[in-house]
């Protein structure tokens, strides 16, 4: 029996699902955690304009007002010639996996999160990818960088998308428990820890 997580990094919802997850680990370490990135605009190529940074300043405020984590959205603004690609972001959280499969990956994409949300990086650049996961697993930048640029990487990210698909998620972010009668949802969206483990209790009784 294990809880899977649905997400992309760079889902705002997402980030503040992050320190809830975080919670409910704490409350249940007997359960392991699969993560599996979802790609919410992977491969997109059009320029964030100022009408998509404003739609995206809109949903940061309603994130904020119920999580308590903070934003840059001074960085947001500023940014220029940006592409919201979250590809490469969920790519970084397969390359944490491929390269430490025992590691803490809800540490990695949390801090993946922080590095766009708060520390204002740009996340869509694989050398600041491979910054953040070095950092975390303490790994050299360059060795993390080469299992980022990697095919296989890049096709067991594709993997999670569809793997994401077959699940029937179609929204991030989404909680589901994985039991020997099958997956159970907990959450199909951002929720408190306390609404999840009202759900995720009734999940486990069925």
């Not at 690609?85 to 999160?113: G, K, N, S, Y």
């Not at 050398?127 to 953040?132: E, F, K, Q, T």
Request: net charge negative.
């Amino acid at each position: 029996m294990k809880l899977l997580y649905v997400g992309d990094p760079m889902c705002s919802w997402c980030y503040g699902f992050g320190k809830e997850m975080s919670e409910l680990l704490a409350m249940h370490p007997e359960l392991e955690l699969e993560i599996i990135v979802g790609g919410v605009r992977a491969g997109a190529t059009d320029v964030l304009d100022q009408a998509g940074k404003e739609f995206r300043l809109e949903h940061w405020v309603r994130v904020e007002a119920n999580s308590g984590l903070p934003f840059n959205r001074e960085a947001l603004m500023a940014r220029e010639n940006f592409v919201y690609d979250t590809e490469p972001i969920c790519r970084a959280v397969v390359t944490a996996r491929r390269l430490a499969p025992q590691a803490d990956l809800l540490a990695v994409f949390r801090a993946l999160q922080q590095a766009f949300y708060v520390d204002g990086l740009d996340t869509t650049d694989g050398r600041v990818l491979a910054g953040v996961v070095g950092a975390q697993l303490r790994l050299d930048v360059e060795a993390v960088l080469r299992v980022w640029e990697d095919s296989a990487t890049v096709a067991e990210t594709k993997a999670d998308f569809a793997r994401a698909r077959s699940l029937g998620v179609r929204s991030f972010p989404a909680l589901l428990l994985d039991t020997d009668k099958g997956i159970v949802e907990v959450s199909g969206g951002y929720a408190h820890v306390a609404q999840l483990e009202q759900n995720l209790q009734k999940a486990l009784a069925r």
